[in-house]
């Protein structure tokens, strides 16, 4: 038991100067790493700066030409974006009604058939009604004849 004691005492010293020395590797790396982003962070800030003293001269010199140009850009862009995605819109609208007429059942399918049914179904109920009201202002057109008729 005695030996045992001793063997775990001993291990003890070297696991802890492990843990120190990962400790201290981490730290290093974190601190190494944290002041070269900071490093590069303020060239950054720098360069930016120096960049927008130089060209804010130049930008306002070519405003005039700039602003129309951009915006007339952005705008042939945007137009070229609408243009592709009413093609792509019209391209799988067609595909979609083709897959329907040959059948092959394309999504969505259910729901437009449900509508189609429902449809269907008013529409009947509509054409009821308005026999029933056409046979019913035929008899009121018939009475009234009748009546003016008669006097």
């Known amino acids: 038991m005695a030996s045992m004691t001793t063997t775990q005492q001993q291990q003890q010293p070297g696991r802890n100067d492990q843990k120190l020395s990962y400790q201290v590797a981490k730290t ?14 303020g060239v950054t800030l720098v360069a930016t700066i120096i ?18 140009a951009a915006l007339t850009a952005f705008l042939i862009l945007a137009g070229l974006v609408a243009s592709v995605a009413f093609l792509a ?3 799988f609208i067609f595909y979609w009604m083709y897959m329907y007429m040959t059948g092959k059942h394309p999504v969505g399918e259910d729901k437009i058939n ?3 049914e429902k449809l269907a179904v008013a529409a009947q109920g509509f054409k009821e009604k308005a026999a ?7 008899q009121q057109i ?4 009748q009546a003016a008729e008669s006097t």
């Open 142 to 145: 018939k009475g009234t004849v």
């Open 89 to 91: 819109t019209s391209a």
């Open 132 to 138: 029933e009201l056409g046979s019913k202002g035929q």
């Open 28 to 41: 290093a790396t974190a601190a190494t790493v944290g002041g070269s982003l900071m490093v590069l962070s």
């Open 51 to 68: 960049g927008l003293v130089i060209a804010t001269p130049l930008l306002l010199i070519f405003s005039p030409v700039l602003i129309p």
């Open 114 to 116: 449900y509508v189609k």
